[in-house]
């Protein structure tokens, strides 16, 4: 806007004074009137389901109020007394519910992270046939959640999925029966397995489309300065991704805790104990229970742990750019 | 702006809950009152929606021209029904009529969005006495007014491969468990297993508890609406669910993962099991290839000796509801649409395309309804057919317990065993989750 100013404010000079006033202030509204409407539709679809989210958490809303959800008797906390009473057991599944889903986050990011900066650096030199390469890896996330889920699905099954009959049959791995790969502890992993899949060619898109800025020269400079590929990793091309990983790392983090189309593909309606990701439990909690104070609750208190380690994760993230 | 998006990442779930109360469904119909446009929600009971708006459009042609009401049909996938019930319930914008799961009745009486069905009303529809017992039980909470009828029914029965059993030199199907327990262990061959289970679907393992638990003489609800999970009725009721894999071994530990809704039954099409446990399927078993020949079907056996209390209970009241929605403008003519659909000529046309039971009287002298298996599931339900439980924490009941079994039968089929006491302990962690 000052800069704006600045470079017209010659131009206007010559001009009358009453026809500039005039001008002016038109100049000035139009940038909002072009806003209006995107705030509106902010307003609309984002703040105001968000604020009305928050109100049902203080109510009673189940069955018997959604006809005329004003009447709904206030709760007060009742709700997230409820949620986070940890000595009864829907406190107890919550908190089970919630160190599922962080460890189940933190090992989906690390590995496919992992994954995405490998398979970026791997294909950052041409050679031939690098862009088959390249569209094989981005497969995963070019297909449809469902078909790709489903397929899983069918390939983890016990009996007459294909992962037990590689295993199995072919590999004759497995001591005793055939594992289960969908429900116990397994289907844990499972999760973790299909998860990475469906995520880590993002890590690479990012990743990929961020070395292209980085100059060749670079990596010249530090080739005579004696880095060896390890060296260049470290010294050029971690340090010049910064800013993409700032992002990148954010964005998997959400889009991972939150997810919820993976596990209730895989699983159906309930999710195994050892694999029940927050989302689900929600889900369980206020839609399949029509109890949709509980939901909200629940849903305001993630929102609340997602808002605290983001704003930390910002924060540290920002300040180790301002001293780089 | 970092922070909006961010918001509305995390708030997925949650957004999905407000936006019950910002979308609206599609208003009644419009029209003059002498010729009104009626808006019905049809559940999906083809084989595809597409194949629902086939076999509805020609009857509501009909409709039409006895009446002069036009009907707008819209069919509504399972997945999406309760939901768009909830939305049009919370927005106070729905269909005049539609159709339910009745074992939502309950629940879905205490929003009072729908008319009820007291003596007047049920008058202009031809009256309670037309419609069979057991499906009118399952209309709503005891000593209220129903708020919906019954049009198709269904009811669980014990389906079972004619050719094994006589492979086996069983010549009855098991009327007890005992001998049902004798009979799964003859069939259990090398090639195939006893029984099939939807072993990972919530709902399937829900109704089947129900029914056991029935049979033991408990309940999940005591007469005042208070929930009794865990009492040892139960706790026996569950154990002996999971011993078809844990103890019996009739049952192929795999079908703890069966949670699409249709691999059990399935398997059994296929010849890789004796039995199922199944709601009215002869179609279905046709579709997926099984020789017509080989089917048989019989009551679910009952316990022997009847434990103290014990009910003769061999399936819950299954079936689809026909509803009215309040705020129709159009209330004579939703009625009298009512009416038609639960009329003698339309009832056997519908269940007959689409494999279910009929749920007025007259209907069952149709030919077609006197084949011996249309018949055992009418005995069913005419006797032996118990409601779910009628309280509005039903669906709640429905998940908590369906899933805490699913999870107890995942343990037994991975080889842990589940002792009553661990039983115990999960029902009454389920009940703690009621809230």
Redesign the interface.
């Known amino acids: 806007m000052v800069q704006l100013d600045t470079r017209t404010q010659p131009e206007s000079a010559p001009l009358a004074p009453s026809k500039a006033a005039r001008r002016r202030p038109r100049r000035h509204l139009l940038p909002y009137l072009l806003l209006i409407p995107a705030v509106l539709l ?1 307003l609309l ?6 604020l ?2 928050i109100g ?1 958490s203080f109510l009673h809303l ?3 109020y ?2 005329n ?1 004003r009447d709904a008797p206030p709760a007060g906390f009742a709700n997230y007394r ?1 949620a986070l009473d940890f000595h ?3 406190g ?2 919550l908190l089970h519910s919630f160190f599922v889903t962080v460890v189940f986050t933190v090992i989906v990011l690390v590995i496919s992270w992992t994954l995405g900066m490998a398979a970026a650096v791997f294909t950052q030199r041409p050679f031939p046939g690098r862009g088959i390469v390249r569209t094989i890896f981005l497969i995963p996330y070019a297909l449809p959640v469902f078909a790709s889920v489903i397929t899983w699905n069918f390939m983890l ?3 007459n999925g294909a992962v037990n009959h590689v295993l199995v049959d072919q590999l004759h791995l497995a001591t005793g ?1 055939r594992p ?1 790969w ?3 502890q397994n289907s844990f992993y499972s999760l973790v397995l299909v998860e990475v899949w469906r995520t880590w060619p993002f890590a690479f898109l990012m990743l990929t489309a961020g070395m292209q800025s980085i100059t060749q020269d670079l990596y010249e400079a530090a080739g005579l300065d004696g880095a060896g590929v390890w060296g260049q990793l470290r010294s050029v091309t971690l340090p010049m991704l910064r800013p993409v990983n700032r992002v990148l790392l954010l964005v998997l983090f ?2 991972t805790f ?1 997810d ?1 189309t993976t596990p209730f593909t895989l ?4 999710a ?2 050892q694999a029940d990701l927050i ?1 689900m439990h ?3 909690n ?7 104070g ?3 609750a629940m ?2 208190l ?2 609340l742990f ?2 605290v380690i ?1 704003g930390a994760y ?1 924060r540290i993230a920002n300040r180790g750019a301002d001293d780089a | 702006m ?3 998006r ?17 979308c609206s469904s599609s208003g009644s119909g419009s029209g003059s009152d002498k010729n009104p446009t009626l808006t019905y929600w049809a559940s999906n009971q083809g084989t595809s929606l597409d194949n629902d708006k086939q076999v509805l459009g020609p009857e509501l042609a009909k409709f039409t021209k006895q009446t002069g009401i036009k009907v707008k049909l819209q069919v509504v996938p399972w997945s999406d029904l309760l ?1 768009n019930i ?1 939305t049009a ?2 927005s ?1 914008k729905g269909p005049d009529v539609l159709n339910i799961g009745n074992t939502w009745s309950a ?2 009486q ?4 729908f008319v009820p069905f007291d003596d007047s009303v049920m008058s202009k529809i031809g009256g309670k006495s037309r419609f069979l017992g057991g499906s009118l039980s399952a209309t709503g909470a005891a000593g209220k007014p129903p708020t919906a009828v019954p049009i198709y029914s269904l009811a669980y029965g014990l389906y079972y491969n004619k050719k094994y059993f006589a492979d086996a030199g069983i010549s009855q199907p098991p009327t007890t468990w005992p001998e049902f327990l004798a009979d799964a262990k003859k069939v259990t061959t090398p090639q195939h297993w006893g029984l099939s289970l939807e072993g ?3 709902s399937e393992n829900v109704h089947n508890v129900f029914t056991f638990s029935q049979q033991q003489g408990g309940a999940f609800f005591d007469s005042a609406g208070k929930p009794t999970f865990d009492t040892p009725q139960n706790v026996a009721a569950v154990r002996q669910y999971l011993d078809f894999i844990q103890k019996d071994k009739i049952t ?3 079908n ?2 069966y ?2 809704g249709t691999e059990a039954l399935a398997d059994f099409a296929k010849g890789k099991t004796a039995m199922v446990l199944w709601q009215a399927a002869s179609g279905s078993l046709k579709q997926l290839g099984m020789n017509a020949a080989d089917i048989g079907v019989a009551p679910i056996p009952l316990p022997d000796p009847m434990p103290a209390g014990g009910k003769a209970v061999t399936s819950m009241v299954a079936g689809i509801n026909l509803a009215v929605f309040k705020t129709t403008k159009h209330m004579d003519a939703a009625l009298k649409f009512v009416k038609f659909m639960t009329s003698t000529p339309e009832q056997k046309v519908l269940n007959k395309t689409y494999g279910s039971l009929p749920s007025v009287q007259e209907a069952y002298a149709d030919p077609a309804f006197t084949t011996p298996a249309v018949q055992t599931f009418k005995s069913i339900l005419s006797k032996s057919a118990a409601p779910l439980p009628a309280v ?1 924490a039903e ?2 009941f429905e ?2 317990i ?2 805490a079994v ?2 107890m039968l ?2 037994a ?3 842990k065993t589940v002792s009553d006491s661990k039983i115990s302990s999960e029902l ?3 009940q ?2 009621l ?1």
């Open positions: 902010e679809i984002h703040i105001v389901p968000m009305v989210g049902i189940t069955q018997f959604i006809a959800w409820y009864s057991a829907a107890k599944e099954q016990r009996d029966d289960f969908l429900i116990g959400l889009w939150n919820f699983f159906g309606k309930g195994p104990r989302s929600i889900y369980q206020s839609f399949v229970t029509w109890n949709f509980t939901g909200s849903s305001v993630l929102l997602l808002l983001t910002l | 970092r922070v909006t961010l918001a509305a990442l995390a708030l997925a779930s949650l957004a999905g809950a407000t936006a019950l109360t910002a939901n909830l319930t919370t106070g629940s879905l205490a929003t009072g969005a990972g679907s919530v192929n530990p795999s703890a993962e949670a699409q509005a669906s709640q998940t908590l369906g899933t699913k999870d995942a343990d089929a991975s080889g009454k962690a389920a703690q989750q809230s």
